[in-house]
């Protein structure tokens, strides 16, 4: 009653290519599943794109940037409740309505899991940016100056309905409702790095590295039934 054929999709697509001056690879990646529970599944689309470019023998830079979309559908409570059920409750009655509980003390009150794996929707889903871009500048022999920006954002929603249903000895929801959920996180890096590497007639080298960092991480999120 619950339980289907899973199976899983997956697409790639990618491109590399450069020269002695510049090189970058880039790609796409496509995930689909199907449940082993009815009306659940997963799905998943991300896009790749990493450069790195040398202007001349001063400057240097590049960039490594990951943009994705992950979401999932359906409630993994109906496979739970099924394994909880007793075998005395009837899935469904005579005239296909929804089974009811005749021996509370014995099968329990919880909701039938076909209401749950049919009626109860939600909704799974993420969008996200990670990445960062870089500088190299080579100022003298030696001397190299480093600045490196990096981000990881986040956003997370989830929405959910719950059907009303009355059945005998069963707890039911007395009346429909929904609710949503939203969040986001950003945290960003900078990163300043001073680098002095050099070695003097083969056998003296001098070295030093002088750094400086900038971090923030912003949390919200809201949420609301109804």
Do not use: C
Request: glycine content about 8%.
């Amino acid at each position: 009653l619950l339980e289907q054929h899973g199976e899983m999709q997956n697409y790639d697509l990618s491109v590399i290519g450069g020269n002695e001056k510049s090189t970058y690879y880039s790609s796409i990646t496509y995930i689909k599943e199907k449940g082993r529970t009815i009306n659940t599944g997963a799905d998943k689309v991300s896009l790749r794109l990493n450069s790195s470019h040398k202007i001349n023998d001063f400057i240097e830079f590049g960039n490594n940037l990951n943009i994705y979309s992950s979401g999932a559908q359906g409630l993994p409570d109906a496979y739970m409740l099924a394994q909880l059920q007793s075998p005395l409750t009837r899935p469904y009655e005579t005239d296909g309505s929804y089974g009811y509980v005749r021996e509370p003390a014995i099968e329990g009150r919880q909701p039938p899991p076909q209401i749950v794996a049919d009626d109860y929707k939600a909704d799974y889903r993420t969008y996200g940016v990670l990445g960062n871009i870089y500088l190299k500048l080579n100022i003298l022999k030696g001397l190299t100056f480093n600045p490196r920006l990096s981000l990881d954002y986040s956003n997370f929603i989830n929405k959910q309905f719950r059907p009303s249903f009355q059945l005998q000895n069963i707890e039911g929801n007395a009346q429909n409702t929904v609710s949503r959920y939203n969040s986001s996180d950003k945290h960003w890096t900078a990163d300043y790095l001073l680098n002095y590497d050099r070695t003097f007639a083969s056998v003296h080298n001098v070295s030093s590295l002088v750094g400086y960092s900038q971090e923030e991480d912003v949390f919200e999120d809201l949420s609301g039934p109804r």
